[in-house]
């Protein structure tokens, strides 16, 4: 969706796609909420700090990102100005470049640029981390948890090892 909007020009596009990872990232902020309580320690202080890390960039889109982009559609509209086509729009990029170090040309995009090439860069390897932790979860259950644990564990082994038969 980034793309197509980027090549013809009409920044609905950039505001539909940041309104759809808005709703991504509220369904997994609304998972992260349902597992905090099962987790202590060390787990549930990185459950918490994704869950911030969600509200904020949540925060984010919804104030400063989506209307920024509603608003240069809205001038694009009020100016008359009409989308390119795909094609246009390739050549438009092919042809027309512009380097520039005015802040002025790039104060809209300073701050998702900036989150994006930093602070999404680290929650993405800090995934990779949490994931390879994975084993040592368990250690960490609260113990109405690992009540539960146990018949959930031996399911989620089956379906890792790809044994989808049924014991009923």
């Not at 889109?61 to 809205?74: A, F, K, N």
């Not at 998702?112 to 800090?126: D, E, H, K, Q, T």
Request: charged residues 15%; aromatic residues 14%; contains cysteine.
């Amino acid at each position: 969706m980034r793309w197509y909007a980027v090549l013809t020009k009409n920044y609905l596009g950039n505001a539909i796609e940041n309104s759809i990872w808005a709703v991504a990232f509220l369904i997994v902020g609304i998972g992260l909420c349902r597992l905090l309580p099962e987790f202590n320690g060390p787990v549930r202080v990185v459950l918490a700090i994704a869950i911030t890390g969600i509200v904020a960039y949540l925060a984010f889109l919804m104030t400063i990102d989506v209307p920024m982009y509603l608003g240069r559609w809205q001038a694009d509209l009020a100016d008359g100005s009409k989308p390119l086509g795909a094609l246009e729009g390739l050549h438009d990029a092919r042809t027309r470049w512009v380097v520039t170090h005015d802040f002025a040309q790039w104060k809209g995009e300073i701050a998702w640029m900036s989150l994006y090439f930093s602070a999404a860069v680290w929650a993405s390897l800090a995934l990779c981390v949490f994931y390879s932790l994975g084993d040592h979860l368990p250690r960490y259950r609260t113990e109405a948890a690992a009540v539960y644990a146990p018949a959930f564990a031996g399911a989620t082994r089956s379906i890792e090892r790809g044994d989808l038969t049924s014991s009923a």
